[in-house]
């Protein structure tokens, strides 16, 4: 598999040229003054991590420009590779946007600066993320969203039932719950966030592009994704799972009165109970993510981000030096860890980081332990050029699905998300085999 990505008629990938360039940037000061970079990025507080860094390092002086957020950054960055210039030095990228930024010769290759050597540093998963599969490395992990479950123990105990470790288990699990109390679901199957479908359909073995060559192939009506969608078609259809979405005032009225059980996540989701639901603190359990097979454990990603060198950058060695201790540092990577609230990617670091679990959960102390084996075991994922499109089609397909309430229709939202994403690629001038 060829390391590049070509986006025909349209934009071409970072050049020879270009890569000699970045192998030649100097890391260092010159006696016109420090090294100046500029970064582009949205993580909270992220200026105290890096004044660590400053503080160290005065011949390469790293300046945090914040963003309001990972989609309006990107388009900022588009928006300046093609005038020509205002780029910055570093983006923070969300894993599923480095296909367009690559295809868009937005991102350079640093593998030639020493970011090749960075791989053991993380999960497989999240370094094919940055990879795309081949040779190039086009960023630097910085966070990741390994998935997870969390469960009312209080109420799964006052019924007799167990955390759930395998899909089969917890299928039984949720039709248990909802028949003792009409009111009450283990969980929900939203249609409004393709990410979480695509971190389980990742689990299950999906990955939804593919690239040979020049030709893009997709591979989102496969067996591992087709097996997901039956899976929750078939409980929505009995009734067993709700079919309501996420972050609706509903959603969170569940999660304060117990009638969501349980919620099917990511590493991230304290946060996210402690602001819905700061009451029901210490009656929630966090476990792994059931497996399909026990004795062969997966995980998928629900979010994350990476360090990205742009194609503009004059000093990329420079900028692959701060990326890499950003990122893999023991001290920078506590302070991502603790001012910054993400989970760090790099998963032995993290793992030494992270020793007191989130205030949310600090009844379970094995919190962090159960999130970096969750980390260690992500699988493999490849994202696409146009990502938009295929999630924009996943609400769509998913939520007709969801409304119907058949397996049947579960299986056709998978398809239509298979045929809507190939015909975009082809009428954007992709070659798709």
Same mark, same amino acid.
């Given at each position: 598999?060829?390391?590049?990505?070509?986006? =025909?008629?349209?934009?071409?990938?970072?050049?020879?040229?270009?890569?000699?360039?970045?192998?030649?940037?100097?890391?260092?000061?010159?006696?016109?003054?420090?090294?100046?970079?500029?970064?582009?990025?949205?993580?909270?507080?992220?200026?105290?991590?890096?004044?660590?860094?400053?503080?160290?390092?005065?011949?390469?002086?790293?300046?945090?420009?914040?963003?309001?957020?990972?989609?309006?950054? %990107?388009?900022?960055?588009?928006?300046? %590779?093609?005038?020509?210039?205002?780029?910055?030095?570093?983006?923070?990228?969300?894993?599923?946007?480095?296909?367009?930024?690559?295809?868009?010769?937005?991102?350079?290759?640093?593998?030639?600066?020493?970011?090749?050597?960075?791989?053991?540093?993380?999960?497989?998963?999240?370094?094919?993320?940055?990879?795309?599969?081949?040779?190039?490395?086009?960023?630097?992990?910085?966070?990741?969203?390994?998935?997870?479950?969390?469960?009312?123990?209080?109420?799964?105990?006052?019924?007799?039932?167990?955390?759930?470790?395998?899909?089969?288990?917890?299928?039984?699990?949720?039709?248990?719950?909802?028949?003792?109390?009409?009111?009450?679901?283990?969980?929900?199957?939203?249609?409004?966030?393709?990410?979480?479908?695509?971190?389980?359909?990742?689990?299950?073995?999906?990955?939804?592009?593919?690239?040979?060559?020049?030709?893009?192939?997709?591979? %989102?009506?496969?067996?591992?994704?087709?097996?997901?969608?039956?899976?929750?078609?078939?409980?929505?259809?009995?009734?067993? %799972?709700?079919?309501?979405?996420?972050?609706?005032?509903?959603?969170?009225?569940?999660?304060?009165?117990?009638?969501?059980?349980?919620? =099917?996540?990511?590493?991230?989701?304290?946060?996210?109970?402690?602001?819905?639901?700061?009451?029901?603190?210490?009656?929630?359990?966090?476990?792994?993510?059931?497996?399909?097979?026990?004795?062969?454990?997966?995980?998928?990603?629900?979010?994350?981000?990476?360090?990205?060198?742009?194609?503009?950058?004059?000093?990329?060695?420079?900028?692959?030096?701060?990326?890499?201790?950003?990122?893999?540092?023991?001290?920078?990577?506590?302070?991502?860890?603790?001012?910054?609230?993400?989970?760090?990617?790099?998963?032995?670091?993290?793992?030494?980081?992270?020793?007191?679990?989130?205030?949310?959960?600090?009844?379970?102390?094995?919190?962090?332990? =159960?999130?970096?084996?969750?980390?260690?075991?992500?699988?493999?994922?490849?994202?696409?050029?146009?990502?938009?499109?295929?999630?924009?089609?996943?609400?769509?397909?998913?939520?007709?699905?969801?409304?119907?309430?058949?397996?049947?229709?579960?299986?056709?939202?998978?398809?239509?998300?298979?045929? =809507?994403?190939?015909?975009?690629?082809?009428?954007?001038?992709?070659?798709?085999?």
């Amino acid at each position: 598999m060829r390391s590049t990505l070509r986006h =025909i008629g349209i934009a071409t990938v970072a050049t020879t040229a270009l890569l000699l360039s970045g192998c030649s940037a100097s890391s260092g000061g010159t006696e016109s003054g420090p090294v100046k970079l500029t970064y582009w990025a949205w993580a909270p507080n992220l200026e105290q991590v890096v004044e660590l860094w400053n503080e160290d390092h005065p011949d390469i002086q790293v300046v945090v420009q914040k963003q309001d957020g990972g989609d309006p950054a %990107i388009t900022k960055l588009l928006t300046a %590779i093609k005038a020509g210039s205002g780029a910055p030095d570093l983006i923070q990228a969300e894993y599923q946007k480095i296909p367009t930024l690559v295809a868009s010769d937005a991102l350079a290759d640093i593998s030639k600066q020493g970011a090749a050597d960075l791989k053991d540093d993380f999960s497989d998963g999240v370094w094919n993320s940055v990879t795309l599969g081949g040779d190039a490395v086009y960023a630097v992990p910085q966070d990741s969203g390994p998935m997870m479950a969390y469960y009312r123990t209080d109420i799964l105990d006052s019924l007799g039932l167990s955390v759930p470790t395998t899909w089969d288990e917890y299928a039984e699990v949720a039709r248990a719950v909802h028949q003792a109390d009409p009111t009450k679901y283990l969980g929900t199957f939203s249609a409004n966030d393709a990410g979480w479908f695509a971190g389980l359909a990742q689990q299950a073995g999906a990955s939804w592009w593919s690239i040979d060559g020049d030709s893009w192939g997709v591979d %989102i009506d496969a067996g591992p994704t087709e097996q997901v969608a039956s899976y929750w078609g078939q409980l929505v259809e009995e009734g067993a %799972i709700d079919n309501k979405p996420m972050y609706t005032p509903e959603w969170n009225a569940g999660l304060n009165d117990g009638s969501q059980v349980g919620w =099917i996540s990511s590493v991230w989701a304290p946060g996210v109970l402690g602001g819905n639901a700061p009451d029901t603190a210490g009656k929630w359990t966090a476990a792994e993510l059931p497996q399909w097979d026990a004795s062969k454990p997966s995980n998928g990603n629900w979010g994350g981000s990476s360090t990205a060198v742009t194609t503009q950058s004059k000093h990329a060695e420079a900028a692959v030096e701060f990326a890499t201790w950003l990122n893999t540092d023991p001290k920078a990577v506590a302070a991502l860890a603790d001012v910054s609230g993400v989970y760090p990617a790099a998963t032995k670091v993290a793992a030494d980081a992270l020793t007191t679990s989130p205030e949310f959960f600090s009844q379970q102390s094995d919190f962090y332990d =159960i999130a970096s084996k969750a980390s260690e075991t992500v699988a493999p994922f490849t994202y696409g050029p146009n990502v938009n499109v295929a999630f924009s089609a996943y609400n769509d397909e998913f939520a007709k699905a969801a409304e119907a309430k058949t397996a049947q229709a579960f299986s056709d939202a998978v398809a239509a998300m298979q045929s =809507i994403t190939i015909d975009d690629l082809k009428k954007s001038g992709f070659s798709v085999e």
